[in-house]
């Protein structure tokens, strides 16, 4: 080169060895010294004046200037070589942080994360047969101990458990929005067709384009997810102990009498009781205690407190008047369901139907005149039968200590099901992992779009013919932006409609079981008012039971899948929510490329040159870490609402009783956390409105923002990209207007070009449009015709 045209280089320095162990690399002069350089570089020949340079290229003016000896597009060929990470197939191009990023990558990391857990639930499930082996009812128990100790163990194992289900379900997660995401052959499909698929958010309008594989690969994990969400945090469980004392109610002379019960025969009312634990009492009494009225009530009212055997002395009956017997009546708690097991304090208040909750607060309104019912020795319908026995005062035996008798459980069979899901999915996530794995040596269309950034990258690479579309139409028209176009908008109004009616039905399903309960116990007596619900708080209450052993023998599993089925409903709730606001965080990822803060760099799943890399493929960590809060909260108070209630029977003694309605399953449930829980969900979606209402994308038309989740207007405004901008999608790109196409028409386009321009209000330029005859993601079809067409040309797509 003449020395004439030699180059000075006044702000970028020398970019020196590529390694320090790399020799200095010795290229000509135009190489090193290229005279298309970025607009930070400044270029004079020698023969120019420094006065003459600045007059003839100044400001702003000179970067829009078309005989600008700048260059107007950024170069991977020429840039390359002072910032070598830019070219994908240099060394230094793959980095630590752009290989952990790679789809494949993360693929296997999910991979590796599902199958640990998989094997930590199958080496678990096979110790706990081996050394805490099941009863019949296939209930394995891992420790017993104190009760306040065996809360703490649970709740740090369901910690533990929870930590382990979100990792995992995550994974899953993970790959489904994977599968569900369309390649570039499958949207172009669907362009020719009158159809724009979604891009960077779940949906399920794409699986009817995406191939037969990735659409079973995607159900199956569905599928799995919606077991796993229903057992997943039953896999541990802790007893109540529950106590099973024998009672009697006597004469007021029994004493004098003294005739033993056991010579007296048992009453056919009684008859298959355990009426001979009634007659032990007999002998047992004489060292029992006394007991006023109140101190009886208080405690024998609990039917989850200690208990020991008890004699009820009546005032109102001799001996004389009971045929000379001295017993009037008697049982033992555990033929009746145990919430029901102090209801014979209230029973001669409560008849005939018992309908009325027994609680403290009713019993002190009839202390003074406390009366039992004894049903022996009468015949049925005969007068005086039943007998009201007037309380005189209770004899009470030794207590046994069940502090010590609370334990630590598993189930076998939801052991299983957890360990054969978590298996089946180890199996999905490791296909789509080696799907992907070898899809990366093929050819682009193959890959799939899962980010915005993706489709962008791809169809500024590989631009399309939009001609050839049927989901939109280029043609010039007028730019009409809003001052403000708020985030509510960036969402279609069928979304908005269907998931309000969802959020609605959620909010409304609680609430009604609310509004019925406090009905319910207010027609029995019981205090319904919002301080009475407080006081009664969480946990468990005598009597509210949804579902229990008092008419059925209920297995465990049937109440987990029952407990449970509240939690996968929060959890498909939860789809909607995150769908709408990665919809609206996309439409925000799209529209700051129009906004004149400078240019950006695509965020795609597997970074090449100045691109950014994404390890979250929907909401930011902001929203992320404060719905995920959110979420954890309303799962909780859900499961604090309806929860498994496993009980164990001991008699007085502390040995295990086989009585079936104390050592058994069924369901509690809570009115508070029920009442904080329809607070959360109405807190959570007065949230979302106001969010979508409050944020607001200023200057752009109002359907603007929602194509950064649309194939087809992706692809039409990357179709405008100029010629000579090949390696647009390497760099920090803008949306905005050039001069593009053969006719050299203004384009609203991604580009590097420093020329570029924000469009202004009222200007024509080329923008897409959608057709006339082409509709949602279904086409011309409606969703009932493309099921039926699904069914009927499955085994084709199978290959039968």
Known sequence: MDSRHSIEMNCLPDPGPAHEDEPLLAPSTAARYPAILTPGISIAYEEETEESSKSKFSGDEARNTPNTPYPRYASKRLLGQYIPEIDEHHV????????????????????????????????????????????????????????AEMTSINSAAHVALNVLSSLFLGAGSYCMQILVAPSRREMDVAHACGVSLDIGVQSVRNLRWIKTRRLFQWMGLGALSISLHLFWNSLTFTSTPVVSYATATVTSDFREVGRDWALDPIPPTLSGKNWSAVHDLYTQMANFI???????????????????????????????????????????????????????????????????????????????????VAWAHQEEGQPGWPFWAK?????????????????????????????????????????????????????????????????????????????????????????????????????????????????????????????????????????????????????????????????????????????????????????????ILTHQLVADQWVRFLRPDGKKALRVSTPRGMQRSSYLLSLPLTYSLTLTIAMILLHWLVSQSLFVVQTIGFDTNGDKVTFPHFSGSAVGYALLPILLATLCGVVMVAGLLVHSFVRRHPDVPTGFPTWGASSAHIEALCSGRPADDADAHLFPISIGVVMSGPQDQPYLTFSTDIGLRPPERNEMFMLPARMAGSKGSRGRESQWRWMWGFVKNLPRRLGF
Request: with cysteine.
């Open 391 to 579: 309380v005189d005062y209770c004899l009470v035996g030794a207590e046994s200590d069940i502090s010590q008798r609370c334990g630590l459980h598993y189930g076998t069979q939801i052991f299983a099901v957890v360990s054969a899901c978590t298996l089946l999915q180890c199996g999905f996530i490791l296909r789509v992992w080696w799907s992907y794995r070898t899809k990366s040596a093929r050819r682009h269309t193959e890959k799939t779009m899962v980010l915005m950034g993706d489709a962008v990258a791809e169809y500024l690479e590989y631009p399309g013919d939009v001609s050839n579309s049927q989901a939109l139409h280029v043609y010039p028209q007028v730019w009409r932006p809003q001052k403000s176009v708020s985030w509510f908008k960036t969402v279609h109004r069928k979304v908005w409609a269907i998931s309000l009616t969802l959020f609605m039905l959620g909010i409304a399903a609680p609430l009604a079981i609310l509004v019925d309960s406090v009905v319910f116990w207010k027609g029995r007596g019981l205090d319904m008012s919002l301080p009475s619900i407080i006081q009664l708080g969480f946990g468990l209450n005598p009597g509210f039971l949804g579902m229990n052993s008092e008419t059925s023998n209920y297995s465990l599993m049937e109440c987990v899948f029952l407990a449970n089925i509240i939690q996968l409903l929060v959890s498909f709730l939860y789809l909607f929510y995150n769908n």
């Open 92 to 147: 230094r191009s793959t980095t630590r942080k752009s290989a952990a990023s790679k789809q494949s990558t993360m693929l296997r990391n999910q991979f590796i994360t599902a199958a640990v857990i998989c094997l930590a639930n199958v080496v678990t499930l096979i110790c706990f047969l081996v050394f805490f082996p099941p009863d019949e009812r296939g209930i394995g128990t891992i420790h017993m101990g104190d009760c």
């Open 290 to 372: 006394r007991l006023d009225k109140q101190d009886c009530i208080d405690a024998y009212i609990d039917g989850l407190t200690t208990k020991g055997p008890l004699v009820v002395v009546a005032s109102n009956i001799t001996a004389a008047q009971n045929y000379n017997h001295t017993l009037l009546d008697g049982w033992v708690t555990g033929w009746d369901v145990w919430s029901h097991a102090p209801w014979w304090i209230c029973g001669a208040y409560n008849l005939p139907d018992y309908n009325r909750l027994c609680t403290r607060e009713w019993a002190s309104t009839f202390i003074n005149d406390w009366s039992v």
